[in-house]
């Protein structure tokens, strides 16, 4: 008898063991702000306040995670000279909306409904529409220099919060969105609200 509740108890650790080790699976929803800075070199560039909106999923064992993401981003920049010479002044305003896909690796702590999390990883940037004004003095804004798909990279932490996520990310723009070398790569602060319906 004893032999038995013994055998018994241990099946069962391992068995709590091997299924603590089992993979997690989320899907949720995710709505934000972006703080986006598209450098350039001939003018000054400011900052310029975007959206995004979007899905997400995460797969996760052990601590860690992959999180893929899609999610529509309006993004781009606001830009002001007087460097073309004779004090001409050459301002223009650039907007794209774009379908972003990161995939994400991370890592989590914390304990009970509790979590902050910790990510990094590539995005790709579909371009799906460009709303382009200026001067015409500037060949920045002709719309055919513009790359249809760019890359960058992201990192950044998040807390859980039961079904809740906030994010906050940096994302480095590792390709210039411009074929004519005029404007140069796009960097963002993402900030995001997401909630967990799986």
Request: net charge neutral.
């Amino acid at each position: 008898m004893k032999r038995t509740l013994l055998f018994g108890m241990v099946l069962m650790g391992l068995g709590s063991s091997a299924f603590a080790q089992l993979p997690s699976f989320n899907l949720g929803l995710k709505a934000g702000l972006n703080f986006a800075k598209l450098e350039s070199n001939f003018a000054n560039d400011e900052n310029r306040l975007g959206y995004q909106a979007g899905a997400w999923a995460r797969v996760g064992v052990a601590g860690f995670y992959v999180q893929p993401e899609a999610y529509l981003a309006g993004k781009g920049g606001e830009f002001k000279s007087e460097t073309l010479g004779s004090g001409i002044e050459a301002e223009g305003k650039v907007r794209f909306t774009t379908l972003d896909v990161p995939v994400l690796l991370g890592t989590k702590v914390g304990l009970g409904p509790v979590n902050v999390r910790f990510m990094a990883g590539p995005v790709v940037s579909f371009v799906l529409d460009k709303d382009l004004s200026g001067n015409d003095v500037l060949a920045a804004y002709q719309r055919d220099t513009y790359k249809d798909q760019n890359w960058g990279a992201q990192v950044g932490a998040g807390v859980d919060i039961s079904s809740v996520a906030i994010d906050l990310r940096y994302e480095a723009g590792l390709t210039d969105v411009s074929h004519n070398d005029v404007l140069k790569k796009q960097n963002l602060w993402h900030l995001s609200l997401g909630f967990k319906i799986l």
